[in-house]
């Protein structure tokens, strides 16, 4: 332990004002987030959410290159350090300059916004767990095979431009988005960290360079190849596990075309609206299609196959049962023309979500409430710069999941719901407009508001009423369905 | 323990290059092993194999009894090693880094330090890479014998000092650690001279031999015999007659195993030899001529 302390109070004694820079860095993210009640964070929380990730990766490459273990003419090779305590000492220093800081930040955030971070602490301890496999790990293994920051620094945009050209086949939007899929990203971080691990213990142990760098290249394309490969067959069943199987069978029945749906090709994609109905779902639940895989046979015996899916928003997600039941199948123009002339054959299976609805509550404009015990909701006006203001509903949650919940606004007297839109700040996308380091998941829903002639503006509050549904997860089940003779005309344009 | 420093047929190969070829040596204990070749010979490339900081591609290095491969802590607390490309932490204050090597060292001396600092006039307030080249090397070698070990490795560490440094640190090295056995890399043979109880010559990666200087001064002499008529060089001449050469009345070349029945050999082999004069060298003039014959293809004997 000795050891591992000089070294460590060695990397502080060189590093500090680089430590200092980056709890400085640190508390202003958390004062920035700890006073935000807004989905989005501004342009300065949303660049240091970028920045700070940097500068911790730096810091512990900085950290490792105290004795850098690649070179033969370091003045500590062939002084009496131990391996693993050398590595210890380094362990030690991103424990305490990169996970405790996030931490303390963290809980920090939380208890500013009236959560109590012992009661959040698993979200939190896994934030750290993702952040050790997908940011400290790497960086540790980036900094033991090359031999200073500039390479170090040089080499964090190669790895990332991997993934890429990795994804780049796959998504047709920006790579970086992949992230947002929390099943994929845990699988790449896994592959990342695993490799990771691999490549410090082979530096530390045996300064095995060569191999390492070899190793390296490896790991980042086996984590773009994660990305590319497990898509939405495996994470769905892997995202579906972490909840019960639902006793529940479910029914799924194709409906005849809905001719309102139906709309033009866009983009080289025919669009194919599907409705349909399921039953055997409870009065008192609902379903949350998650995940769709579907195969078209044609008449001339051409094959369709959506499985895996080629882009996720190639098939309508995340639509609810008796809201919005149609799945929207994007499929290419040139598939669609091979299969188009004769009635076909359709079946699949889909995945959904089941939930439970909760008790209703009324959020009075100006008011906070605590919804679940999970989750926080505030509703807010803001008088805009125009002769209308909106109406925010602002809900936040250390949870992913603890924000599901239906949010409603109607006037009272005529029973009419007005429609809002959504601003999402969920975490998980590292660009400038999300905080992706936040440990509040959050979510608002604004709705404009004008303010008639003979009317005031607490009139027109008092008339509106704000409900909240919350919903609990209760199970998954998966439904097949299959329609035959079907004329893909009908469904599309 | 007889020998601090053992290799057997020790290899090592770089992509395109064979820096080492079946390397053999034995350092006896307590000696001052010194390893002399021109450039490029493979002198750093042995001591750094010596250190597990390369791996051999054959053969086999053992340092304090433990082949070089397994070199751990309790080994390297035991080696004094100075270099004069060693990366030193030059953010470091003098003081500062004397004390943090200190604590990796279970036998560090307070009072040879001080003797040391003394010895050397090192400025502790100073940071290492505002030293001058002369003070770096004082530095590492303060926090190189200030736990008086086993074995000292010193690469090429005197380069570029002035003679009077460099004897300060010769004289340094002998009298703080007098039981050491010091390994010396060189190509700068008045260095070493005066000090090196043991001689390897190392040429393009191959031993070409290895002994106790005091045996290599012995066997070594500069002939020259006068001729009474200007005369050829004799066809074939004995292999340890070295870089023979013919001027006049005059032949001369360099014996690499005089000993008292040379004379009479010489005298058989040049019967009109006026006058045989054999001169003691000097350990440069010695390598000076092993190199002059390596290049001329003789070998050096």
């Known amino acids: ?493 | 323990m007889s020998s601090p420093l053992r290799t057997e047929q020790l290899g090592k190969t770089f992509p395109q290059v064979e820096a080492l070829r079946g390397l053999t040596v034995e350092v006896p204990e307590g000696a001052v092993f010194a390893l002399v070749g021109p450039n490029g010979a493979g002198k750093t490339t042995a001591i750094k194999t010596f250190l597990n900081l390369h791996r051999p591609t054959c053969g086999r290095v053992e340092v304090l009894g433990v082949d070089s491969r397994s070199l751990g802590a309790p080994q390297l607390a035991q080696i004094g090693y100075v270099s004069e490309n060693q990366k030193l932490p030059g953010w470091m204050k003098v003081g500062y880094f004397l004390a943090y090597c200190k604590e990796f060292y279970p036998n560090w001396r307070d009072d040879d330090l001080a003797e040391l600092l003394r010895l050397y006039e090192l400025p502790l307030d100073r940071k290492l890479n505002q030293l001058s080249r002369g003070m770096r090397v004082k530095a590492a070698l303060a926090a190189s014998l200030a736990y008086r070990p086993k074995l000292i490795v010193l690469d090429e560490p005197f380069g570029g000092l002035d003679v009077l440094v460099r004897e300060q640190l010769i004289e340094s090295i002998l009298e703080r650690t007098p039981e050491a056995t010091v390994f010396l890399a060189s190509h700068d043979l008045s260095e070493i001279e005066s000090f090196a109880s043991h001689i390897a010559y190392l040429n393009e990666g191959r031993l070409e031999f290895a002994e106790e200087t005091a045996a290599l001064s012995a066997r070594f002499r500069e002939i020259q015999v006068t001729l009474d008529a200007p005369a050829e060089l004799p066809a074939s001449l004995p292999e340890e007659w070295l870089n023979p050469e013919a001027s006049g009345v005059v032949v001369g070349f360099t014996h690499s195993r005089y000993d008292e029945r040379s004379q009479a050999e010489i005298r058989s082999r040049f019967p009109a030899a006026r006058e045989i004069a054999a001169r003691v060298m000097t350990l440069r003039s010695i390598v000076l001529a092993l190199e002059k014959s390596a290049k001329s293809g003789q070998g050096a004997r």
């Open chain 1, 1 to 493: 332990m000795h050891e591992i302390l000089v070294i460590f109070k060695k990397d502080v004694r060189r590093l500090w004002w680089q430590i200092g820079a980056m709890l400085a860095m640190s508390a202003v993210v958390g004062c920035l987030d700890a006073g935000r009640a807004a989905a989005q964070p501004g342009v300065a929380e949303g660049l240091l959410n970028m920045v700070l990730p940097l500068v911790w990766a730096c810091l512990v490459a900085q950290a490792i290159h105290g004795e850098p273990l690649v070179g033969d003419r370091e003045f500590w090779m062939t002084r009496p350090y131990r391996w693993g305590r050398l590595l210890a000492a380094k362990a030690l220093f991103a424990a305490l300059f990169v996970h405790v800081p996030s931490l303390v930040t963290d809980a920090a955030i939380l208890a500013a916004h009236g959560y109590n971070p012992l009661h959040a602490l698993p979200p939190l301890l896994v934030k750290q767990l993702l952040l050790a496999g997908g940011l400290t790990l790497p960086a540790m293994a980036l900094a033991a095979v090359v031999s200073n920051l500039t390479q170090f620094v040089v080499g964090v945009p190669v790895l990332f431009a991997t993934l890429a050209v990795g994804t780049a086949f796959r998504r047709s939007y920006p790579p970086i988005y992949v992230f947002q899929q929390p099943t994929v990203a845990v699988l790449g971080v896994a592959v990342l960290a695993v490799a990771a691990v691999a490549i410090v213990w082979l530096q530390y142990r045996r300064r095995r360079t060569r191999l390492s760098r070899i190793l390296a290249v490896a790991a980042a394309a086996g984590v773009a190849l994660t990305i590319v490969l497990f898509s939405q067959p495996v994470t769905f069943p892997m995202s579906m596990a972490r909840v019960p199987a639902a006793s529940t069978h479910l029914t799924m029945m194709l409906l005849p075309p809905d001719p309102r749906t139906v709309h033009g090709p866009y983009s080289r994609r025919v669009y194919i609206e599907l409705p349909y109905t399921v039953s055997g779902i409870s009065e008192s639940d609902r379903g949350w299609l998650t995940a769709v895989s579907m195969e078209i046979v044609g008449a001339n015996g051409v094959r369709y196959v959506y499985d895996p899916p080629r882009d996720d928003f190639e098939v309508g997600l995340m639509m609810t049962v008796n809201r919005f039941t149609r799945l929207s199948v994007a499929m290419p123009s040139a598939a669609y023309e091979r299969i188009k002339d004769g009635r076909v054959t359709i079946s699949g299976k889909a995945g959904f979500v089941l939930y439970r609805l909760g008790r209703k509550l009324r959020l009075p404009a100006g008011a906070t409430r605590d919804v679940t015990g999970r989750m926080r909701c505030s509703c807010a006006y803001d008088e805009g710069r125009y002769d209308y203001g909106y109406l925010d509903v602002f809900c936040d949650s250390p949870y992913r999941e603890g924000l599901l919940a239906d949010i409603r606004v109607e006037e009272k007297s005529k029973n009419w719901l007005w429609p809002g839109y959504r601003a999402s700040g969920t975490n998980g996308s590292p660009t400038p407009l999300l905080a992706w380091l936040s440990p509040l998941e959050r979510r608002q829903q604004s709705y404009r508001v004008t303010v008639p002639r003979d009317w005031t503006l607490s009139e027109i509050l008092e008339e509106l009423l704000v409900t909240i549904v919350p919903q609990y997860v209760v199970g998954r089940a998966i439904a097949n369905f299959k329609a035959v003779d079907i004329d893909l005309r009908e469904y599309s344009k």
